[in-house]
């Protein structure tokens, strides 16, 4: 056993009892420790599995070794990337990153502020995308080996210090950055609830000129194969999502993401374990931040099940696809999204509660089970 998976394991006996602590104590604890843990975790050596070959799935001419892949905020600045081939990840994903570096949020004496609730099989954040920015993580990709069926993405976000055509003509330099870079695929973050963006950032308006901005300067002006998908909170309402879906068709995006972390606490707090929601109720209050995992499950699928339905009334004369992020943690709940019609999946809450089980095997069981379902696309 590694020390990550030690860690990981000793976490996963010890977690239970941290609702116990005062609410205040236990995110202190666990920001400290998940910290401390992810240093292990980057640095950890384990051996090679394989993935079987029927998993393997392909979008936008890039073949994938299989559907499912760790969602933005794991690898921020490109760590783990050997790593998570050697487990047998579909693919990589880096970021998100920004113009500028970002050490996180800070609050109540508590750096990157982070909560777990184990019982509820979900989880806190307020993080606050920390990130070495474009540049830096460009660089590091760049230098990355590349393997067959692999691809590596990144995911990026303006930056909220940056407005206006500023922060426009960013995003496109972002985008060049990381073409140069040879990244295979990019996601555009267009809902972090963690940054300090304004409300006119998070305005429908603003959002739909920053897809008009990259669609005219980086999207119609590529020169290589670099699909752009965009990533929504797993928040968005029913009625947004056919003119969504028209505008990203309209303008000539890839593919769709949902979603990212909610910011429904009241909606949420019933599925919260009662044992977990006095520590839910602290974070909420104080930090505020995106709630992830289980209790978010449900609503993302249903925005998946919606924009695919739409998807396919649309003319296509090319590939766009939707991609389902949100409460993943076993095979069953790929092999759902893939029937509400999501072509890939990623995870990061259910990603690490299946690590602090099966270690470095984390991939290897799961692909198991998806062959033996015949959970996959198998497109190839
Ligand atoms: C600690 C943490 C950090 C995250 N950071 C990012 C990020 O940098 N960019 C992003 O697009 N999403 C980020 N997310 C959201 C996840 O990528 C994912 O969309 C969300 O957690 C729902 O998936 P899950 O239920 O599998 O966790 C983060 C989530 C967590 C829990």
Known sequence: MTLAEFLARADHLMR?????????????????????FLEQFFADAQPHDTTPQELA??????????????????????????MVYRQGAGAYLAGTTTTYPRTGNSKAGIAKPFAPYPRSRSASNWLGLPNAGHAE????????????DFPIGVSIMAAPESSGRAALEELVEAIQMYASARVDFIELNESC????????????DAMVERLEFLAEHAL????????????YSSDTQQEQIAPLM???????????????????????????????????????????GGVSGEVVKGDALACVHHAAEYCRTLR??????????????????????????????????????QFAVHGHGVYRHINEALSRVGGMNNRL
């Open 16 to 36: 239970p009892f941290v609702a116990l602590l005062p609410p205040h104590t236990a995110v202190q604890l666990y920001s400290q420790g998940r910290n401390f």
């Open 57 to 82: 799935t392909e979008l936008w001419g890039l073949r994938f070794r299989s559907s499912l892949f760790n969602a933005a905020g794991i690898f921020k600045n490109g760590e783990g990337y050997d």
């Open 137 to 148: 993580v460009a660089k590091r990709l760049s230098g990355l080996p590349r393997y067959n």
């Open 193 to 204: 609830p963690n940054t300090s963006h304004s409300d006119e950032h998070k305005s429908w």
């Open 220 to 231: 119609r002006k590529r020169t290589q194969r670099l699909p752009i998908i965009v990533k």
């Open 246 to 288: 028209d505008i990203l068709n309209t303008l000539g995006y890839d593919g769709v993401n949902f979603g990212n972390t909610s910011t429904r606490y009241v909606h949420h707090a019933e599925r919260i374990h009662h044992s977990e929601r006095r520590l839910y109720d602290y974070f909420t209050q104080t930090f505020g």
């Open 316 to 353: 296509h004369d090319r590939e766009f696809h939707v991609i389902s992020t949100g409460g993943i943690a076993i095979a069953e709940d790929v092999r759902t999204a893939q029937q509400a019609g999501a072509s890939v999946c990623q995870w990061y809450t259910g990603y690490f509660a």
